[in-house]
């Protein structure tokens, strides 16, 4: 299964991107064990658009275009479900199982998704009831995936 991160923000060099490129590191070494063969990461420039829909609509635009084909979104929002992480891991071994190819995860920007996008989500799923910045939730987002891995393949990391 092939991954992807699709995100509103773009990371600058610093810590943030640090530890992101960490978590990308690790995931591509670990992740062929447990069946992810590609992870990509790709992050879009914020909407200058004048209306908080009019910058939802573009930012839309642009998630909905980088898509892999038939690909089964993952939309973080606050409003989804939330999971713990053996509950992530499961999730993931699902699509695996189902034989799901492409699988994406999008990151709305400071407005979040337009309702649009999150009806048209495979799913809306939830790190948190709060909000947090986008370099945040890119390095969540990345840490849940290793550790749904790391808990797929029996990897000492997670200890329940």
């Known amino acids: ?22 978590y990308q590191t690790r995931l591509e ?7 992810i063969t590609k992870l990509t990461v790709t992050d879009f420039t914020e909407s200058q658009g004048q209306t908080a829909g009019q910058r939802q609509t ?6 909905a275009a980088a ?11 606050e409003r989804g479900k939330s999971l713990t992480s053996e ?19 999008l990151i709305g920007g400071p407005d ?12 809306l799923i939830s790190l948190s009831e709060m909000t947090w910045p986008h ?14 891995v790391t808990i797929m393949v029996n990897h000492p990391y997670h200890r329940s």
Request: aromatic letters at 4%; hydrophobic letters at 40%.
């Open 1 to 22: 299964m092939r991954l992807q991160v699709l995100g509103i923000g773009k990371l600058k060099a610093g810590p943030e991107k640090t530890l992101s490129l960490e």
């Open 29 to 35: 070494g670990l992740g062929r064990k447990a069946g």
């Open 58 to 63: 573009e930012e839309a635009k642009l998630l």
């Open 67 to 77: 898509l892999a084909p038939k690909a089964f979104t993952l939309v973080l929002d």
């Open 87 to 105: 509950g992530f891991s499961q999730l993931l071994q699902r699509h695996l199982d189902q034989g799901t190819q492409d699988l994406a995860f």
């Open 112 to 123: 979040g998704h337009g309702a649009e996008t999150r009806k048209q989500a495979g799913q």
């Open 135 to 148: 370099r945040l939730v890119r390095i969540m987002l990345l840490e849940q995936i290793y550790r749904a």
